[in-house]
């Protein structure tokens, strides 16, 4: 039976609506441009038009995905960060907005020569800041070989390959010499928030990407541990925070001898970047 645009997009919203209510009509859009291949913005001049068997099938799998609360961008395979698309798959954290507080961040400050990532995931805080800084080059340290492997893609998609060593390595573990930038988005959500949080992140996302269980702050403590080993006399560290750790997390880093710090916050208003400088300069 064929259907035109317009019916599909009844029909998805209308299975979604108990899911995701309002929220519904706009994956509806976004799954059905992905599945026919056509900018969203197109799709309504398109209303009227019949939509081939092939595509149909594939777009009643999408949203019978997206009803299980898989996330969009696993679904269609890309997210939007810093005006550029980054692979995503359920190995990696969805880059989210928040994380461009850090980025924003990063790019006021001189430019670097060398960047160090944490816990880099998609890649998406080290690769942007290449594509920004074409002269700079950085590494980006994971854990998870799977991860490591999402990140070579999308080094590759934005043609940073050559500037970007991708490292398996918890923490610093396997991370030699110095850098003149430091940044991460570590996990950080507390054993207890991860109850309540969302189904698209509780259930879809690295777990271990997301939390170290407990209170949230053991990544930090290992990072504060030995990031001064890895920073030239006058690098900086840019961390992403939840929006109610910038207290704690400072106070880690107090102990560990940087009284230097400062907080950023995101476009809701809350504390989202903390930024710390060398602890001192030879």
Known sequence: MTQTVKQLLEWGASQLKTALGDNAS??????????????????AGKLLDTVPTDQITQFKTAIAQRGKRQPVSQIIGVREFWGRDFVVTP???DPRPDTETLIEEVLKGDIPSRILDLGTGSGC??????????????QGVDRSV????VAAQNAKALGVSDRAELKQSNWFSNVT????????NPPYISADVM???APEVRDWEPRVALTPEGDGL???????AKVADFLTPDGRIFLEIGWDQAKSVTAIF?????????????????DRVLVFKALKTP
């Open 254 to 270: 107090n102990d560990a001898g940087f009284s230097n710090g400062y907080c950023t916050r995101d476009l809701a208003g809350k």
């Open 177 to 184: 010499g110095q850098y003149d930038v430091i940044v991460s």
């Open 91 to 93: 190995d990696v954290l």
């Open 26 to 43: 706009t994956d509806v859009r976004v799954l059905l441009a992905y599945t026919m291949d056509v900018d969203r913005g197109l799709l």
């Open 195 to 197: 109850k309540v949080v």
């Open 218 to 224: 053991d990544a930090y403590r290992a990072i504060a």
């Open 146 to 149: 799977q991860a490591l492997k």
């Open 125 to 138: 805080i080290l690769l942007t800041l290449l594509a920004e800084w074409p002269d700079v080059r950085g």
